[in-house]
């Protein structure tokens, strides 16, 4: 065996090269998938660590942080791209919410997740993960923008149509998140004339009613069902379900994610009393 050291654009890496005499033919096995392949497992196992150390809402930065770097090395080997870049946009989904301090740092974050959505929906349209993680920073991003010019720009309607997509591709994805998320947006998209002329409290309770039947675990599914109750005028029931919430146990996977559901529904139980 001979061991030949290389260089590629973004690592050293090693070549192994193995001689068979007697059959006139060599054998070459390059390691850079499998660096990919470790990199990607080591972002992973950080991005399950991103909760860890937190004081209330606000996470360090150390392990997303990480799992960015890891991830963001794996995306540009080109090595499982779909799944690379569907846990690398989730990475600065988690990063903008709850590490980013400041209204530019998180829409700067949301940004870079928008951008690589974009790029990885050309190549995978049919890609749950990939629909849903875009779909989500496109949420964000839009938030930080402001919902008026996120409407006037049509990023509330390109939000939509990817919603129905992911539904029609997979609509248990992620806890039903296709009809939690399109009856949100039938539910908070601002009414414009002529531009957003869909948004209706019907449609939304028809919608989050399915994803919390489809999946009633789920912090989201829930408080959103509450939400949508309440604005239907179904006050007592609303309350309910909020209540609900604060009963649940927050997830070890989605800790800080479930947590915040349960504190925003504290403060709007005492808004609703």
């Not at 090269?17 to 850079?32: Q, S």
């Not at 998180?106 to 928008?114: P, Q, R, S, Y």
């Not at 039938?186 to 919608?207: C, G, R």
Request: aromatic share 14%; glycine share 8%.
């Amino acid at each position: 065996m001979k061991l030949i050291q290389t260089k590629n654009k973004f690592l050293f890496s090693w070549l192994f090269v193995v001689l068979f005499k007697g059959f006139g033919f060599c054998c070459v096995a390059f390691p850079g998938h499998a660096v990919a392949q470790d990199l990607l497992s080591e972002g992973k196992k950080y991005y399950e660590k991103r909760a860890e150390g937190a004081t209330g809402l606000i996470a360090k930065p150390e392990n997303i942080n990480t799992a960015i770097a890891d991830l963001e090395k794996a995306y540009a080997m080109g090595t499982n791209l779909e799944e690379t870049g569907a846990y690398l946009i989730k990475c600065y989904n988690y990063k903008g919410r709850f590490v980013c301090s400041s209204n530019a740092d998180k829409k700067a974050v949301f940004e870079k997740g928008k951008f690589l959505g974009e790029a990885l929906l050309k190549k995978y349209p049919n890609s749950a993960s990939v629909l849903y993680e875009y779909i989500c920073v496109l949420g964000l991003w839009a938030n930080e923008i402001g919902a008026l010019k996120a409407g006037w720009d049509g990023v509330i309607g390109k939000m939509k149509s990817n919603t129905e997509k992911l539904i029609a591709v997979d609509r248990t994805y992620s806890f039903c998140a296709g009809e939690r998320i399109l009856g949100l947006l039938y539910l908070k998209a601002p009414y414009i004339p002529l531009v957003l002329t869909w948004p209706d409290n019907e449609d939304a309770l028809f919608y989050l009613e399915k994803s919390v039947k489809c999946y009633p675990a789920d912090f989201g599914n829930v408080f959103y069902y509450a939400e949508v109750l309440h604005k239907n005028k179904q006050v007592e029931k609303a309350k309910e379900y909020m209540k609900k919430v604060i009963g649940m146990t927050p997830r070890a996977e989605l800790f800080l994610e479930d947590l915040k559901f349960k504190k925003d529904a504290e403060k709007i139980l005492l808004e609703w009393d």
